[in-house]
């Protein structure tokens, strides 16, 4: 049984940065894609950044560009999002999501992801 579970989450002033860690196991995580999406009070889950399952390749929604890097370490089956120069409108659920398709390619979309961790908050404070 796949588990994802995000830790790192917290409050934090503008400006400043914060390291989101997510952890998997129950399956071959190297093989499968992950991504990072979020959702803030009534709205909807939007992507935020995804890696393909070497690492090699990385996809980031506009917004976060510059300010965030998400990485892996498939030894550790560990996924990262380093975020920096933090927004008040970064305040939200942060989810990792795990890829359903062996070794996809692309930037993928949110139907893609088979796994969902239970998330966890970040708040930015203006």
């Known amino acids: 049984q796949v588990q994802l579970v995000e830790s790192g989450g917290g409050l934090v002033q503008a400006g400043g940065s914060l390291r989101l860690s997510c952890a998997a196991s129950?399956?071959?995580?190297?093989?499968?894609?992950m991504g990072w999406f979020r959702q803030a009070p009534g709205k909807e889950r939007e992507f935020v950044a995804r890696i393909n399952w070497s690492g090699g390749s990385t996809y980031y929604a506009d917004f976060v560009k510059g300010r965030f890097t998400i990485s892996r370490d498939n030894a550790k089956n560990m996924m990262y999002l380093q975020m920096n120069s933090l927004k008040p409108e970064d305040t939200g659920v942060y989810y990792c999501a795990l890829d359903r398709g062996f070794r996809s390619p692309g930037r993928g979309t949110q139907g893609d992801y088979g796994f969902w961790g239970q998330g966890t908050q970040v708040t930015v404070s203006s």
């Open positions: 129950g399956r071959t995580f190297s093989n499968y894609a």
